[in-house]
C-alpha cells in the first residue's frame, strides 16, 4: 500500500509528494520544490530510496540539492533532460527571477525511459514518458495512483509555451497513455488538487476525449 503525503511549495505553489510503503521510514520523494522545509523536516530520521523527477523545470527541482545532499539518495530523471539540473537556462531559473535565483545542481544518477519499471519501497513504479510540457516529462504509475507533473492537472494541462513544450506532443501523451489508464487512477498533478483519469476523460476541456 503507498502512502502519500503532498506539500506545496515554493512561489509557484508546487505539489512535493513524499511517499511510504509499509515501512513508514523509508520514503520516495517526487519533485521537490524550491523552498523545501516543510518537506525537510518530514523526512527527518527516514531513510530517502530516491528522488524521481516528473520534469527539470525550476519550481520541480528547487529542493532536489539539499535533499540529496543530506540523505544521499539518487535522482532519477529522464534522459533527454539529463543536462537541465545543471543549467538555469535549460531549467528556467533564469528566466523568473524574482521567484527563483539561478539553480544548479549534479546530474541525476539515473536515466528514466518509457516502460522502465522501478523497484522502490516494496513497491514497482512504472514510467510513461509523456512530453509535450517539456521534453523529458513523465509521469509515475503506482497501483492505482499517477503522479502526473505539469502533463494533466485537474480540469486543465501543462502549458506548452517553454522551451522544448509541444501542444501536439502533449495532446498525444494525454490521450495516447494517460487516458487508456483505469477510469478509477488517481492522478496526483504538479500543482493543484487531486482528481481522476475518469473525471478528466469526461470533463478537461482542453483534451475531451475523441
Not at 523545501?36 to 519550481?59: C, K, N, Q, S
Not at 539515473?110 to 523497484?119: M, P, S, V
Request: net charge negative; hydrophobic share 35%.
Amino acid at each position: 500500500m503507498l502512502n502519500i503525503r503532498s506539500y506545496n511549495l515554493g512561489p509557484l505553489q508546487t505539489n512535493a509528494y513524499l511517499l511510504t510503503g509499509a515501512d513508514p521510514q523509508r520514503g520516495v520523494i517526487i519533485d521537490p520544490g524550491m523552498n523545501p522545509a516543510a518537506l525537510v523536516r518530514a523526512t527527518e530520521g527516514m531513510e530517502i530510496e530516491a528522488i524521481l523527477l516528473t520534469h527539470a523545470h525550476f519550481d520541480h527541482i528547487g529542493g532536489v540539492d539539499q535533499i540529496r545532499k543530506a540523505k544521499n539518495c539518487p535522482v532519477y530523471l529522464h534522459a533527454l533532460e539529463s543536462e537541465w539540473l545543471g543549467s538555469p537556462k535549460l531549467n528556467g531559473s533564469l528566466m523568473w527571477p524574482d521567484a527563483s535565483s539561478p539553480i544548479s545542481t549534479l546530474p541525476a544518477e539515473y536515466d528514466l525511459a518509457e516502460g522502465q519499471t522501478l523497484k522502490l519501497l516494496g513497491l514497482t513504479f512504472r514510467v510513461f514518458h509523456t512530453p509535450g510540457h517539456s521534453p523529458g516529462s513523465v509521469s509515475f504509475l503506482c497501483g492505482n495512483d499517477l503522479f502526473s507533473g505539469d502533463v494533466l492537472f485537474k480540469l486543465g494541462v501543462g502549458r506548452t509555451d517553454l522551451p522544448g513544450g509541444r501542444e501536439r506532443d502533449l495532446i498525444d501523451s494525454i490521450r495516447g497513455k494517460l487516458y487508456r489508464l483505469d477510469e478509477e487512477v488517481k492522478v496526483y498533478p504538479g500543482h493543484g488538487p487531486r482528481t481522476t483519469i475518469g473525471f478528466e476523460r469526461q470533463n478537461n476541456p482542453y483534451v475531451p476525449m475523441q
